[in-house]
């Protein structure tokens, strides 16, 4: 079955860089809608990235809170995606979720969680001011 696994989350200071990991099992990450999605306490839980692949191409979308800084990677060698955000900001803290759902059209959209099916069980994250 598919399983999904985050890591690299940690104690930052802000302005710092953060990289977290999904690696993914039981499954193949073409043909999927990736999303990360955080989650601070006291408030829901919100998109920040999504990515998806195929054979035809792929396309990248990204929350209004992170554009222009956050950057979407994938490794199919790892089965890994990879989340990426510099000049990080104490409003970047929660725990970091990946989630997966089928392919629909081929081109992700930044959306709620509802949408996504299969989800990892979160790294936490907090920046410091």
């Known amino acids: 079955q598919l399983q999904l696994v985050e890591s690299g989350g940690g104690l930052v200071q802000s302005g710092g860089f953060l990289r977290l990991s999904c690696t993914a099992s039981?499954?193949?990450?073409?043909?999927?809608?990736i999303g990360w999605f955080r989650q601070a306490p006291g408030k829901e839980r919100e998109a920040v990235a999504c990515?998806?692949?195929?054979?035809?191409?792929?396309?990248?979308a990204y929350a209004n809170s992170v554009y222009g800084r956050a950057a979407i990677n994938i490794d199919p060698a790892k089965n890994t995606v990879y989340l990426q955000i510099p000049y990080l900001e104490p409003e970047d803290s929660g725990i970091y979720y990946c989630?997966?759902?089928?392919?629909?059209?081929?081109?992700?959209?930044?959306?709620?969680?509802?949408?996504?099916?299969?989800w990892g069980q979160g790294t936490q994250v907090t920046v410091t001011s």
């Open positions: 989630a997966f759902r089928p392919l629909l059209s081929g081109r992700c959209v930044i959306t709620t969680p509802q949408a996504y099916t299969v």
């Open positions: 039981g499954a193949e990450l073409n043909n999927y809608d």
């Open positions: 990515k998806s692949e195929t054979r035809s191409g792929g396309s990248t």
